[in-house]
């Protein structure tokens, strides 16, 4: 039973306590894959982790003291609702389904590495809560063209916000000023949420897992090399986060 941050495992895949996530996971979707439940809102663990993880001193001194519930009300706080989101995207989108064509040429096993990455991010390190609503940042950030669900583009929306910077995010965001403003500042977000590795060392800059020009290129990878690298980029993201949620975990054992 799940009762304590030290009952916290950053390797635990969240497809495993999510009813039947595996089964004809490749024959959903037109063969480019799709689980039978989301762990978002299915995995019991991943919500117990999350209510431990985030229960603590907010950056303006408030405790954040959250509790489990179901449905829109996944986890709750004062006035605020929110939702599991996943931080990781593969892009198996049907209008991306030539370039899923060409990586599956280029790969010995794409299904098994897709399953592996899969396994590899749906750990705690690649999951985050939103405040949740119709038209959430959650869900704004997979329908806006100039992001398509990138993590690294809504964090710099969300770096811009706290700059009083225009983003492709900044209504979205502006609804939420009230959620934001728990963190003081962007630093005051990125520490809370074990993000440093997204940033450089003074935060002033998000570290973009592509080299494109925000909100002006295409935000999917164009070339197998870059779909690779984006994929590797996230990776090694998801195990750093882990690292760190680790270190603070060991800090409460005390």
Same mark, same amino acid.
């Given at each position: 039973? $799940?009762t304590?941050i030290?009952?916290i495992?950053?390797?635990?895949?969240f497809?495993?306590d999510?009813?039947n996530?595996?089964?004809? +996971?490749?024959?959903?979707?037109?063969?480019?894959?799709?689980g039978?439940s989301?762990?978002d809102?299915?995995?019991?663990?991943?919500?117990? !982790?999350?209510? *431990?993880?985030?229960?603590?001193?907010?950056p303006?001194g408030?405790?954040?003291?959250?509790?489990s519930?179901?449905g829109? !009300?996944?986890?709750t706080?004062?006035? +605020?609702?929110?939702? =599991?989101d996943s931080?990781?995207?593969? +892009?198996?989108?049907?209008?991306?389904?030539?370039?899923?064509?060409?990586?599956?040429e280029?790969?010995?096993n794409?299904?098994?590495y897709m399953?592996?990455?899969?396994?590899?991010?749906?750990?705690?390190?690649?999951n985050?809560? @939103?405040?949740?609503? $119709?038209?959430?940042?959650?869900? =704004?950030?997979?329908c806006?063209?100039?992001?398509r669900?990138?993590? #690294?583009?809504?964090?710099?929306? $969300?770096r811009?916000f706290?700059i009083? /910077?225009?983003s492709?995010?900044? /209504?979205?965001?502006?609804i939420?000023r009230?959620?934001?403003s *728990? @963190?003081?500042?962007?630093?005051?977000?990125?520490?809370?949420?074990?993000?440093?590795?997204?940033v450089?060392?003074?935060?002033s800059?998000? $570290?973009?897992?592509?080299?494109?020009?925000p @909100?002006?290129? #295409?935000?999917l990878?164009?070339?197998v090399?870059?779909?690779l690298q @984006?994929i #590797?980029?996230?990776?090694? +993201?998801?195990n750093k986060?882990?690292?760190?949620?680790?270190d603070?975990?060991?800090?409460a054992?005390?």
């Amino acid at each position: 039973m $799940i009762t304590s941050i030290i009952d916290i495992d950053t390797t635990f895949d969240f497809t495993n306590d999510s009813p039947n996530y595996w089964e004809n +996971f490749w024959t959903n979707k037109n063969g480019l894959g799709a689980g039978n439940s989301d762990p978002d809102s299915e995995s019991k663990t991943l919500q117990s !982790y999350q209510k *431990l993880l985030y229960s603590r001193e907010l950056p303006n001194g408030q405790k954040m003291d959250l509790k489990s519930g179901l449905g829109s !009300y996944y986890l709750t706080w004062n006035d +605020f609702r929110f939702g =599991s989101d996943s931080i990781t995207a593969s +892009f198996r989108y049907y209008d991306y389904v030539e370039m899923i064509k060409r990586i599956r040429e280029r790969l010995t096993n794409y299904e098994q590495y897709m399953e592996d990455y899969i396994r590899k991010t749906y750990t705690i390190g690649g999951n985050i809560i @939103f405040p949740k609503r $119709i038209n959430s940042v959650n869900q =704004s950030r997979g329908c806006e063209s100039k992001i398509r669900d990138r993590w #690294d583009l809504t964090l710099e929306c $969300i770096r811009r916000f706290y700059i009083n /910077e225009i983003s492709p995010l900044s /209504e979205v965001l502006e609804i939420d000023r009230t959620f934001f403003s *728990l @963190f003081n500042d962007f630093k005051g977000y990125i520490d809370f949420f074990f993000l440093q590795d997204c940033v450089v060392e003074d935060y002033s800059k998000v $570290i973009l897992w592509t080299d494109i020009m925000p @909100f002006v290129d #295409d935000p999917l990878p164009n070339t197998v090399d870059t779909y690779l690298q @984006f994929i #590797d980029n996230e990776i090694l +993201f998801v195990n750093k986060r882990n690292r760190r949620i680790q270190d603070f975990i060991e800090n409460a054992k005390g």
